[in-house]
């Protein structure tokens, strides 16, 4: 049929403001394509959405796919997929293990015990930090242990780094010494590491005795 049949039939069907319309967006479309060659721009992409990535660990070796590939691949192979950490600071990812039911239970044991471990350390309200140096004078440090004890009534953990200013370690001890005896029993120090001329360690305030029901 010729485009003047069409034309004619159209308008007898009453089909002509449609056909209007039709060729009006069709030449629109291709007079802006036709402006953007000449312009020398590449006619806009459609965007799409970008598919999330994660870190797969399989038998020791890391990749990265989507999570839907590492589903299908834990079907396939019979195995557990398992997120492990919800987000990596350093590749901006989450990450999963593709895991045996023996792995399974054992990292399900390891995630309990230290939700358990939480939970008896949900006392400590918060933590304090306290920078003393080798040279501080005793006067100044029973104000530091002072500190510490009244922080400790708070049920609060103090982080204490004892900055040495050469290697002789021996004034760090003497300072670890002196804290040790004034917190007595008020408090437990833990984790005691040197680091370079350095003193670390923590103070913990004791668990409330929990009384027996009669």
Known sequence: MSLLKSFESSYKNGRIPFLFSYFKSELISRANFCQDVQSGQKPAKKKTTPIP??????????SITTLEEAQKLSKRRDLKLV?????DLKTQR??????????YHEEDLKQREARKKQKNNSFIKG??????KDSIGEHD????AKKILKWLSKSYQINILINGSDSNKDKLEKIFSFLEKQIDIK????????KGSDLKFHIIPPKAEKKDEL
């Open 141 to 144: 440090l029973e104000v530091h």
């Open 53 to 62: 990535k994660i870190t797969l660990i399989s038998d020791s070796l890391v």
């Open 83 to 87: 997120k492990i950490l919800d987000l």
């Open 127 to 132: 933590e304090k930090m306290v920078f003393i």
């Open 187 to 194: 408090g437990r120090l833990l984790q005691k590491t040197f």
């Open 94 to 103: 989450p990450t999963y293990k593709l895991m045996t039911g023996t792995e």
